[in-house]
């Protein structure tokens, strides 16, 4: 694994942007304008993806990172299943619906594959040097 030095350069928070973004102009549609509910919840789990990990990487430490990235990851579930909810009640059509999931099972993969590589790593994080 290459050396990075902010949290910008990784590319699950690169995509996790971009996931939070999506949703957030999804949601100013006009057909979500009176659910209030899950705009609130959509927004803050798609947004607490990049956010976490943001948080885990500046906190300097593996075991920090490792925590914060599950936590993503959750997050990433928890956004999933808002898109299920909002699918349901006719905001999503189908097509829009599969894109968005597939998107996000696939950042959950790679929020996956960064933690075992973590995992695997003998570096601790610089804040133990």
Known sequence: MSKVNRFEDL???????????EAWLLT?????KHHFDIINQILRSSG?????IAEGFEREGNKEFLQF???AKGSCGEYRSQLYR??????????EFLRK???????SGKISRLMASIRRSDFTGSKYK
Do not use: F
């Open 11 to 21: 590319e699950v928070w690169k995509i996790g942007r971009l996931v939070a973004r």
């Open 28 to 32: 100013r549609e006009d057909k979500w």
């Open 48 to 52: 607490s993806i990049p956010d976490n």
């Open 69 to 71: 990235l599950s936590i």
């Open 86 to 95: 909002a699918l349901d009640r006719e905001l999503l059509d189908s097509t």
């Open 101 to 107: 999931k597939d998107e996000a099972e696939m950042l």
